[in-house]
């Protein structure tokens, strides 16, 4: 398709396992229309798990493809690019050499999505176009993404995720698996379904079952898989009865994956990764008794590519990750059987402490670790009581939060815990934390709010309260310390009785 007058020109570059792919695209009245698709296939995956390396043959031939590409946009005027691939390239011995060369010899700078990204990506894509399902208020769905690296699992409800999962399960471990049970039993599909439901074990534990009544996927053949279900695609989503979906599964497993792609039209392409899809979504749909299941159309491609043509499309993206990363940490603290109350009390306060002082940090935004230290910093409590930060900083880095990365989790892990970090984000963030924390220290909630004035280098906490308040102002002195060292600023904490108000 030509380019059409108005609106952003943008392309995205997939360097995939077997295939490398480019797609342009234009911002069209607010749509993302196609310009142009170009498909090469280059099986580096193949050659990565057999040398551990690619090979420099490869890395030029990779190089030419690119550079071909790089004219190809020339001649769209693409005003944007992005060149990316996913955790399997890192595998490789000489992933840095790969790089450099790449950026030597084509100026194209290569990113690396993470699995973890990835599956975000098409978790948000599954809510937008979940979004305007008619299905009664409060249901909860199950999405699940199937990344290179593990089986993602999501409880959806309403606007936000509120339990996150990764699962040991690929496309190639079932095709691997098939392949080996092929070769040393007769009774196939039973050891086939045996096995997917070990491997699915985590299911029920981590309260994914429970109240479920929709299984949602998304997947970039679901044209495919649609057709193989006898459905129809509308709306950009195909509704599949769950024991239709069971009885092809149950059928497929019979059947070797080439000898699927025969039956039912696929291209070699498409065979072996719609084969796995297929009997992860058939044992999903049987073991949590879904009566419904819905396919959605989700590619990385597609995400990034929306990302930077429509304006509104990241900030909505990174206000669902906020908010799923917030419901997560709250279905998990509740879990541990934390006191909400005094978490959410502390995590309120916070807040109110963080947005009012926003010149002490400029330049940064750093309210989402906080918020989630508060609502996470009791998780320990089960464990260890008198050592619970120590516990909870443990359990901290281990919990799956949405759009929080590793090093993430373990900053949110050390700002609530009592720390020599050199680190002045870490204690910026912590000395917030600690005159929260100080404000309902009797987990009480005896203060319902506190006004807050900062002027010059004084921070002043107002409230209202008739008690006895001598412990929480002792901790606020006691926080107060930290907060002045950090800042330079002195918080003082008022207190007026309701007769004064």
Request: hydrophobic share 40%; net charge negative.
């Amino acid at each position: 398709m030509s380019k059409r007058k108005g609106g952003k020109v943008c392309a995205g570059i997939e360097i995939g396992s077997d295939m490398v792919t480019m797609q342009i695209a234009q911002n069209h009245d607010g749509a993302v229309v196609i310009l142009d698709q170009l498909e090469c296939f280059f099986d580096l995956e193949k050659e990565i798990a057999s040398t551990e390396r690619v090979s420099q043959t490869s890395i030029q031939e990779l190089c030419k493809i690119l550079t071909g590409f790089k004219q190809e946009m020339e001649s769209f005027g693409v005003e944007q690019y992005r060149l990316f691939s996913t955790d399997f390239l890192r595998r490789a011995e000489n992933f840095n050499f790969i790089v450099s060369q790449l950026m030597g010899r084509t100026g194209m700078g290569l990113e690396i999505i993470s699995d973890e990204e990835e599956k975000a990506l098409l978790y948000w894509q599954m809510q937008k176009t979940m979004a305007s399902f008619d299905r009664d208020k409060g249901d909860k769905y199950l999405y699940t993404v199937i990344g290179n690296e593990s089986l993602g699992l999501a409880l959806q409800s309403g606007k936000r995720q509120r339990l996150r999962q990764n699962l040991p399960l690929t496309q190639f471990d079932v095709l691997q698996m098939r392949e080996e049970i092929a070769a040393g039993t007769e009774a196939v599909a039973p050891v086939m379904g045996e096995y997917l439901e070990n491997a699915l074990d985590g299911l029920e534990p981590n309260g994914f079952c429970k109240s479920v009544k929709t299984l949602v996927f998304a997947d970039p053949e679901l044209e495919a898989i649609a057709q193989m279900c006898g459905v129809k695609i509308e709306d950009h989503r195909c509704i599949i009865p769950a024991e239709k979906l069971i009885q092809l599964g149950e059928q497929l497993m019979e059947m070797m994956p080439e000898t699927t792609g025969k039956v039912y039209g696929l291209s070699i392409k498409q065979e072996r990764a719609v084969y796995a899809s297929i009997l992860i979504y058939q044992k999903l749909a049987e073991l949590t008794a879904v009566s419904v299941v819905i396919g959605v159309y989700g590619s990385l491609m597609g995400s990034l590519m929306e990302q930077m043509l429509l304006k509104p499309e990241r900030k909505e993206y990174d206000e669902y990750m906020v908010e799923s990363a917030l419901g997560c940490a709250r279905t998990l603290a509740k879990r541990y059987g934390c006191a909400m109350a005094h978490a959410e009390k502390v995590c309120d306060f916070a807040e109110k402490l963080y947005v009012k002082t926003r010149r002490l940090h400029p330049g940064s935004d750093d309210l989402i670790y906080l918020k989630l230290a508060c609502l996470l910093h009791n998780v320990g409590y089960f464990s260890d009581i008198e050592y619970h930060a120590r516990c909870s900083a443990s359990l901290i880095v281990t919990f799956n939060i949405p759009g929080i990365a590793l090093p993430e989790r373990q900053m949110i892990a050390e700002i609530q815990r009592h720390t020599t970090s050199k680190s002045l984000r870490i204690q910026q963030l912590r000395a917030y934390f600690l005159l929260a924390d100080a404000l309902d220290l009797c987990k009480k909630q005896k203060l319902s709010d506190i006004s807050i004035r900062f002027e010059g280098n004084r921070l002043t906490v107002t409230t209202v309260y008739d008690g006895n308040l001598y412990l929480e102002k002792r901790a606020f002195d006691e926080a107060a310390a930290l907060f002045y060292e950090v800042f330079g600023v002195q918080p003082v904490l008022h207190v007026k009785t309701a007769l004064l108000k």
